[in-house]
């Protein structure tokens, strides 16, 4: 099956500056990369994805690239806010009869000082 | 419109007790999960249901039985709880008539199996 690696676990940044999350993939067939953000004690909410066909999807101060060939892909924040502070996964789909089986990164706490 | 409800919140049991989580999802999505979330480890899947009437298992299904009851609910039971299955546990769907791939989470269940 699919297996992700997240890097970092932990990330501490200061407040303006820029904060990067990267992921790599196992398996090629994958197509589908969206990035999670979980603040403390709530649910996970899809914050940006990008599809395989794509290299690069920007959202504001938030932005995905995706490196097929390498099978990495990373999340990019830039001018970090405290509102910014919480765990960020990122995950891998096969396509398949359930519409998106994703498998999850071990996920990265950042946190964004005033 | 409620998105997904899962109950209950939180739950303490002792060892070989047994317990049902409950999920209902009121969007028409045709595809419902049960994910558990343990630090470090992400969210690993358990059990799925690409549509009413089907079930599969996931990445982490021992000790784990679900049922979907309905298109609206999925139940996960646990027949004989132990301590490892103390996590955090997450239901979550997704499809319906404009699939996007995003997944929406319940609010989670904090089960502690003492």
């Known amino acids: 099956g699919e297996n992700v690696e997240q890097h970092p676990s932990t990330l501490s940044v200061q407040e303006g500056d820029s904060a990067v999350i990267k992921c790599t993939y196992s398996?090629?067939?994958?197509?589908?990369f969206p990035w999670y953000k979980q603040e403390l004690g709530k649910r996970p909410q899809l914050i940006i994805d990008i599809r395989s066909n794509v290299g690069e999807k920007k959202d504001q101060r938030i932005a995905v690239t995706l490196n097929k060939t390498a099978k990495h892909f990373s999340l990019h924040i830039t001018e970090t806010q405290p509102e910014d502070s919480a765990v960020y996964f990122c995950a891998a789909s096969i396509p398949d009869n359930a519409g998106n089986m994703l498998t999850f990164g071990g996920g990265t706490r950042l946190m964004v000082k005033p | 419109n409620a998105g997904v409800t899962q109950t209950p919140k939180f739950q303490v049991l002792k060892t070989g007790q047994s317990m049902t989580l409950q999920c209902a999802q009121d969007m028409n999505h045709n595809s419902m999960y049960w994910y558990r979330q343990d630090p470090g480890m992400g969210l690993r899947l358990i059990y799925y249901?690409?549509?009413?009437?089907?079930?599969d298992k996931g990445e982490v299904p021992n000790g784990y039985n679900v049922s979907r009851l309905n298109k609206r609910e999925f139940s996960l039971r646990l027949e004989s709880a132990a301590p490892s299955q103390t996590s955090v546990y997450f239901c979550?769907?997704?499809?319906?008539?404009?699939?996007?791939?995003?997944?929406?989470f319940g609010e989670g269940s904090r089960l502690t199996v003492l």
């Open positions: 398996d090629s067939a994958s197509n589908y």
């Open positions: 979550a769907s997704s499809g319906g008539l404009a699939h996007t791939g995003e997944l929406f």
């Open positions: 249901s690409a549509s009413e009437g089907t079930t």
